[in-house]
């Protein structure tokens, strides 16, 4: 039973935005002060981070309750007061934006350094930017008025909007953002017309209170409708197919751009199905929603990931695939395990993105690794058989969520088979990193069982069977590609998986049609030749 | 058919005319190396044969390049005083004497011309509204990049390729099939129009040409237009052709990459592009001609401009070389000499060493120490080359343990590069990523924590090495899996110490100096690396012909070639990291009691010199840091930080070359802007060491030179764009500015400009050499590359005389004396 109570101590938590929002209207003047601005800037947010993991820590220890929440002093209509709440949730994400908008800002500060795309005033514009985005996220994290999460999640994505379009001479960084600020706007309208249903449905829009009074057993359509446009605004908001394309292409903004937006902002839809929980695990046509829209996109967008050709952009789809496996999860009531993913997810993500330059050396070290050999297909055959046979021992057997378990098991397999095809040394050791990231995967899990608690509801057999079943194609994909054999009889296939299967120019071609950007003019070739005006095209 | 219509309509090309020109067109495109080898390149190389303005206004008539900084920076120069109304007078004499300086300034006030050739794309996208949708000639070049990068990839996808049958081939598979660009451009038959193309390159192109009727004398030009819209994977294929042709062999790939780029110029002629578009087009294409006439004219005395800039740095260089600071006083022996690349960052560093230790000598010579070969590192499947890309590797270094221990270390070298291997299918395979993802994401927080707020670097030993393995490993020379024979080593080894003029006069200790830079997380570290040494560090070679010079067998050898190493002299190799400055000696196992001493007090030179050197290049790169030890700390933090993008600035400023003793430059502030090859007349009769001096150590720094100015004066076709948008494509092959586009080559914008203004200098290489008038000239008449050259002004030659005498440049056969400033 979660048990809450009213302290004012929980105030504390607005430091945080409040924080970044002072080390983004720092004063800025001559060089000298400019230098200072980003000096303070960091100090600030490494201030951030030490009093948050410090609150951490006081709290795990010597919490009185679950939840605190802080309230004005004032009685307002419906509960329409801002509030505040701070629980496990509130301090993982405050710790994760911590941490990770220090580690970004610090890296940002030499990478912009003389930077030939824009002026020392244009870098200053940058941090402001980027310390308002992440007050605005750390406002939405530690928000317990529907309103005002919604919005602070609109206000973030407005501020990521110009760090998107930093280079704003780039076409293609205009065209990006453009579509990443429609879709957006189609999350906002959804997050705050479901907020408001919510509201006026339970006659506050203090979480907490709103919480306290759901009922699984009476859902009214009214509550429906609501949770499903939550859901809809996080597939939109964590960049499922077809609403992707803006995040394959802001590589358009300098790298540490890319680490915040794909490290930190687009988790945000996960975190609000996380922070919703209470609400969404009888919402039974939203989970839906979650699932199959998160098992698509996971399925195909981990599909298209091999094939494409940069670094950057193969790291996006990964993201966009990484988002659809989180909602999965949340889809399935494992509020638990979703979190773990939006953290552990965002680390590596961040890590990948800054340390992107290091691909020269890993595709050396490629390079010279002695060709493996391969694995036969019957090899292929027996890992696959003996993964069947484990995840059909799991439904049997009824432990927890097989359809999630299940894509442990196949990865699992692969690694045997790739192992087992480059050699039989490796094979031992295969096996040994197989079983640490089992048991890693396991302590993970049991130990986000202590921070957020899963729901107790179940998805239907169906659903799991479903999920299995598409991550067991792409294992045989998979397995097929590891030949050159496989990949001929795949060949038919290729030109669309590397095409994207055409959503994102489909999605494209309509916002040029409907509500097309203004992008910047390039010069047009001007030649000897008299100018001929007439129309060429449609 | 009467005069009119012919004009308008002229008759097709014959089929021959057609390969004639599509080999021409495909000869004008220079290559470039890949990212982990990245050469320095001339991007213009292959236009040497015109002079250097009608080659400049061909690129900006066909490719809308320009060859000259813009009138604006020429501008600023003026008013900063870099160019003085001295140097344009100067500059104007030697072209135009009726040209009056006041003329040519208000030159500066016309703005450029900027007309170019159209492709059918560029046709089209003219009428198009292009503030409200995307342009044919974008999505082109995007879809035939990312084409070229998924068929030409290097270790990036894990999707195997299936058919060998070419690019072209390749790509019409795709089109045919991808419905990606016609559902963006609203134009879904498209489709059909591809797969009705014709199966071959050589078909299509002649079908196209053909088909739109491109009269022969347009067709020069509309090819080179049509690869340089697509220059950067142009470069690439061209890189593909000339690996192929250094083994002997052919490859069409760029013809392919022509046809493709053809194909899609012809889809919108027929399909798209309505019957008054294709008449203004093929109007247009009438023009090449007079357009290039125009551009011609247009930059004529933006030319006098650039000459200016060049006089106002060559004249102050001639005065000092005139005047030589220092005569050596005839030491009996130097007690160490160290011999350093000729590249520009060992001259701030040999000043500094002979300011800090005056017993020193030192000498410039090609980084790869004239040994042509490639390096295999120990059980690994690559060998790549370390000699500059002009040159194919002729022998291989690999690696043997002293220790008798190599079976169990192959074994775990293999290991670790097959274990590296299968973790990284793990990570980025389809299934398992997401359970990679959950299980260890958390631990990325440590490697965040190490490199992001500690700024330690990650440490990738790419080659499988356990550092023990290194210590343990001695790289040896092979000769088709063979030892080298004696006759072979003699050979090299006198070649070595003639080309570094060193034939006598040997010191007890004889440094050879390598370089490497040091950078984290940077994918055009190897453009910062050794160019002679085919863009690596220069450590095996270094270590190589150490060693072969230390061996007594092939000391008595070349006692028979009359040079006589005396028994106390010892070769030391050593590798001089250009970021830091550090430099660190290797194989010193077999020293004695003396020789180890001599290395003490070289140590302590090397350490003095280097806190010179940190506080020189300190300047510019951490103004801020006053003292050597804070400007030792600010370079090494620089050399490990992971979002550093700017950890040294490489050989920008580089202008001079200067083939001559170092008595004669020793003791002269040089800034790092020359290249410095050691040559002594005296130890070279028959002027054998000049003529391979004037044909390789100086064309590469041409080469480097020339890619430092395309990059600057046109980083959009010739420079890699800004480095916070890189994105590498293929594993190693290059990168793309942001999303996509074309393949981006040649320097990113961070090596060339700090946040407001170039801090290269676009000036094209000015070479000293001294040696006899006669002896130049011969070679340059002997030679149709350096004729090219020098006739048409893509370099300089000047020659120095004796001291006080005066400095002669070389104009069309005829030496010129030069006045001083």
């Known amino acids: 039973m979660i048990d809450t109570a009213v302290s004012p101590g929980a105030w504390l938590a607005a430091g945080v935005p409040a924080t970044y929002l002072l080390a983004a209207v720092l004063a800025v003047g001559p060089a000298r002060a400019r230098r200072a601005a980003w000096s303070t800037t960091l100090a600030l947010a490494g201030f951030v981070l030490l009093v948050v993991v410090a609150a951490g820590a006081y709290y795990g220890l010597a919490s009185p309750a679950n939840v605190l929440i802080g ?88 501020c990521l909007h110009q760090l998107l379009t930093y280079y704003s001479q780039r076409p293609q960084a205009l065209l990006a953002a453009h579509k990443k600020f429609l879709i957006s706007r189609m999350a906002d309208v959804f997050i705050l017309t479901g907020s408001t249903l919510i509201g006026l449905h339970y006659g506050s829009f203090q979480m907490d209170a709103v919480f306290a009074s759901v009922d699984g057993a009476a859902f009214t359509p009214t509550l429906t409708v609501a949770t499903t446009l939550i859901a809809c605004a996080a597939i939109l908001k964590c960049a499922q197919l077809p609403f992707h394309g803006w995040l394959i292409q802001v590589m358009e903004a300098p790298t540490p751009v890319s680490a915040l937006l794909h490290a930190g902002i687009v988790n945000m839809g996960g975190f609000l199905i996380i922070r919703f929980a209470p609400l969404m695990a009888p919402a039974g046509l939203a989970q839906a929603l979650l699932v199959i829209a998160g098992t698509t996109t996971a399925v195909l967008a981990a599909l298209i990931m091999t094939t494409r050709v940069s670094i950057k952009v193969m790291l996006a789809w990964s993201t966009c695939a990484q988002m659809g496996f989180m909602l999965i999860e949340c889809g399935l009531g494992l509020y638990n395990l979703a979190l773990l993913h939006l953290l552990a997810h965002s680390f590596y993500k961040a890590h990948s993105f800054l340390s992107a330059g290091e691909m020269v050396s890993v595709s050396i070290q490629r390079a010279r690794t002695p060709a493996a050999t391969g694995m036969p297909a019957a090899g292929w055959l027996a890992v696959g058989g003996a993964g069947a046979l484990v995840i059909l021992g799991l439904f049997v057997a009824g432990v927890g969520h097989p359809g999630v378990f299940a894509v442990i098991v196949l990865a699992v397999a692969s690694l045997l088979g790739d192992a087992a095809g480059s050699g039989r040394a490796l094979l031992g050791r295969a096996a040994a990193a197989a079983v640490a990231v089992v048991c890693l995967y396991l302590a993970w899990a049991s130990l986000s069982m202590l921070w957020v608690p899963a729901a107790g509801s179940r998805a239907s057999t169906a659903g799991q069977v479903a999920i299995t079943l598409a991550f067991a194609a792409l294992f045989v994909l998979r397995a097929m590609l590891a030949s050159a054999a496989g990949a001929r009889r795949l060949r038919r296939l290729h030109p669309h998986v590397y095409g994207g299967f055409y959503l994102d120019q489909m999605f494209t071609r309509l916002t040029l049609l409907i509500w097309p950007p203004r992008l910047p003019a390039r010069p047009r070739v001007a030649s000897a030749a008299p100018v001929i005006h007439e129309k060429a095209s449609a | 058919m009467n005069a009119q219509t012919q004009e308008s309509r002229p008759a097709a090309a014959s089929p021959e005319s057609i390969t004639t020109a599509v080999t021409a067109a495909c000869a004008q495109i220079a290559p470039a190396w890949p990212l982990d080898q990245s050469v320095a390149v001339n991007p213009l190389w292959p236009l040497r044969n015109l002079p250097i303005a009608h080659a400049a206004a061909r690129l900006a008539a066909r490719g809308g390049v320009r060859l000259l900084p813009s009138r604006a920076e020429f501008r600023r120069y003026f008013q900063q005083g870099r160019i003085t109304r001295e140097n344009l007078a100067a500059a104007g004499r030697e072209a135009v004497p009726e040209c009056t300086v006041e003329n040519l300034i208000a030159h500066l006030d016309r703005p450029p011309a900027t007309a170019r050739l159209p492709l059918v794309a560029d046709q089209i996208d003219r009428a198009r509204n292009l503030t409200r949708r995307t342009a044919w000639t974008e999505e082109i070049v995007h879809q035939v990049s990312q084409l070229c990068a998924a068929e030409f990839d290097l270790g990036q996808g894990d999707w195997p390729r299936t058919d060998a049958a070419g690019l072209y081939a390749a790509w019409r598979y795709n089109v045919g099939r991808d419905r990606g660009v016609a559902i963006l451009m609203g134009r879904l038959g498209l489709a059909r129009h591809f797969r009705a193309l014709p199966p071959s390159a050589d078909e299509l192109i002649q079908t196209a040409l053909g088909g739109m009727g491109v009269p022969a004398e347009s067709m020069p030009a509309y090819l080179h237009a049509l690869l340089l819209s697509v220059n950067g994977w142009a470069s690439w294929c061209a890189y593909r052709s000339w690996q192929a042709n250094l083994h002997g062999a052919q490859d069409a790939t760029l013809r392919e990459l022509l046809a493709i780029r053809l194909a899609w110029d012809w889809v919108l002629y027929s399909a798209v592009a309505d019957e008054t578009t294709r008449c203004a087009w093929r109007h247009a294409l009438t023009q090449s001609a007079a357009l290039e006439a125009g551009h011609e004219r247009d930059q004529a005395q933006d030319w006098l401009w650039q000459r200016a800039l060049e006089l106002g740095y060559e004249r102050k260089l001639v005065h000092d070389l005139k005047a030589p600071h220092a005569e050596i006083p005839a030491a009996p022996r130097a007690r160490v000499q160290l011999a350093f690349c000729i590249d520009v960052r060992s001259e701030v560093f040999r000043r500094a060493l002979e300011a800090e230790a005056p017993g020193v000598e ?68 389809n299934t398992s990523t997401f359970s990679y993802v959950e299980a260890t994401g958390l631990l990325y927080a440590v490697k965040l924590v190490r490199n992001g707020l500690l700024q330690r670097p990650s440490t990738h030993a790419t080659n499988g090495k356990r550092p023990a393995d290194s210590a343990r490993l001695k790289p040896e020379l092979r000769l088709d899996g063979a030892p080298l024979p004696l006759e072979a080593k003699v050979a090299l080894a006198a070649g070595i110490l003639r080309g570094l003029s060193l034939t006598r006069g040997f010191a007890p200790l004889v440094v050879l100096t390598g370089h490497a830079s040091q950078a984290s997380n940077n994918p055009q570290q190897s453009a910062l690396d050794c160019g002679a040494c085919g863009g690596h560090s220069g450590e095996v070679n270094a270590r190589i012909a150490a060693a072969l010079l230390n061996e007594a067998t092939v000391r008595a050898g070349l006692r028979a070639e009359r040079i006589d190493i005396p028994g106390d002299t010892r070769f030391i190799p050593a590798l001089h990291n250009t970021t830091t400055d550090d430099v660190r000696l290797f194989d010193l196992a077999a020293l004695d009691a003396e020789g180890a001493t001599r290395i003490d007090a070289l140590r302590g030179w090397l350490d003095g010199a280097r806190n010179r050197t940190n506080l020189e290049r300190a300047a510019r790169l951490a103004p801020r840091a006053r003292t050597a030890a804070a400007a030792r700390q600010a370079l090494d933090r620089r050399a490990r930080d992971w979002s550093q993008l700017r950890p040294e600035w490489g050989l920008a400023g580089n202008a001079s070359l200067i083939v001559a003793q170092r008595s004669r430059t020793r003791g002269l502030d040089l800034a790092g802007r020359a290249f410095l090859h050691d040559y002594d007349e005296r130890q070279d009769p028959d002027h054998a060491v000049l003529e391979q001096i004037m044909t390789a150590p100086m064309l590469v720094s041409q080469w480097i030179n020339l890619q430092y100015y395309a990059s600057t004066v046109d980083n959009r076709v010739y420079g890699s764009g800004n480095k916070t948008l890189h994105n590498v494509v293929g594993g190693h092959i290059g990168v793309f500015e942001g999303n996509g586009g074309d393949l981006r080559i040649g320097l990113s914008l961070q090596s060339l400009r700090d946040g407001e203004q170039w801090v290269h200098e676009p000036l094209r290489l000015a070479v000293f050499i001294q040696a006899g008038a006669d002896a130049i000239a011969a070679v340059i008449a002997r030679h149709e590359t350096l004729r090219d050259l020098v006739d048409h002004h893509w370099l300089a030659i000047y020659r120095i005389g004796k001291a006080q005498e005066p400095i002669h440049r070389y104009r069309a056969g005829r030496w010129l004396a030069v006045g001083s400033p």
């Open chain 1, 71 to 158: 309230r004005l002093p004032v009685n307002a209509v419906l509960g329409l007061a801002p509030s505040v709440r701070l629980d496990p949730l509130t301090l993982a994400m405050l710790a994760l934006i911590g941490f990770i908008g220090l580690v970004i800002l610090n890296y940002s500060r030499r990478y912009l350094a003389g930077d030939p795309g824009s002026t020392d005033v244009g870098q200053q514009r940058y941090r402001r930017w980027f310390c308002a985005t992440l007050a605005c996220i750390s406002s939405m994290v530690i928000a317990n008025q529907l309103l005002v999460l919604g919005v602070a999640l609109a206000a973030a994505s407005l």
């Open chain 2, 362 to 429: 030192t000498l410039g010579f090609a980084g790869f120490f004239g040994v042509p070969m490639a390096y295999q590192p120990f059980g690994t499947d690559l060998a790549q080359p370390q000699l500059p890309g002009l040159l194919a590797p002729a022998m291989t270094a690999i690696e043997r343990g002293d220790d008798g221990r190599d079976g169990p270390r192959l074994a775990s070298v293999q290991n670790r590069l097959g274990s590296a291997d299968v973790a990284r299918r793990f990570r980025w395979g």
